[in-house]
């Protein structure tokens, strides 16, 4: 995780949390292609607004984040424990129905992206495990006007990096556009996989 974008969610914690809302319409989606009662692990789950979802429809929610201060801020909101975790130490192998990652990965360096999405391949469950993550769209790493690296990632570069990180049985890439903390309209792309036999 680039040092400078854990700072600003570290430092902007409770700004962050007193703005976030639950993505309704695609974390809806998301958890139609689960059993009922899932074990669905969050990434970046930030105040914990989608794991609040999760958990008041009655699935199994483990939420993490890599900056502690937001950890801290959706454990308030949670009322319970949610841990601390870089997606580079994700170690669980086969633990989970699901993984939501929205608007986190996105903050990852090209050349590791790779290896993150190895990990969450492994910690999904074998045939049916589904995975959704959210990226802003480019051709080029970059930084935004708050100073936070994205990897700014097209669809066939995403294609072939998940690709490269396991066997995927479907995955699917939407397009659209999401207004951020920036308040600047940007370009995104919606990944959804399911993780082969």
Request: charge should be negative; include cysteine.
């Amino acid at each position: 995780m680039d040092e400078e974008t854990l700072h600003f969610y570290s430092s902007n914690a409770r700004a962050y949390a007193g703005r976030e809302i639950a993505k309704h319409t695609r974390l809806t989606r998301f958890l139609a292609l689960l059993p009922p009662g899932a074990k669905v692990l969050e990434l970046g789950c930030g105040a914990g607004a989608a794991s609040a979802e999760m958990i008041a429809r009655g699935f199994d929610v483990e939420p993490t984040d890599g900056s502690p201060e937001m950890a801290a801020e959706a454990s308030r909101r949670l009322g319970r424990p949610v841990a601390t975790l870089l997606f580079h130490d994700l170690s669980k192998v086969e633990t989970f129905d699901g993984v939501w990652a929205n608007a986190c990965l996105l903050h990852v360096p090209r050349s590791e992206l790779g290896q993150v999405l190895a990990r969450i391949w492994r910690a999904l469950k074998p045939g049916g495990g589904h995975f959704y993550a959210s990226f802003k769209a480019g051709e080029e790493d970059g930084r935004d006007t708050l100073n936070r690296y994205y990897n700014y990632p097209s669809p066939d570069w995403l294609r072939a990096t998940y690709s490269s990180a396991g066997d995927w049985s479907s995955l699917s890439i939407e397009a659209g556009e999401v207004k951020g903390f920036d308040n600047e309209w940007s370009p995104m792309l919606f990944v959804v996989a399911r993780k082969s036999p």
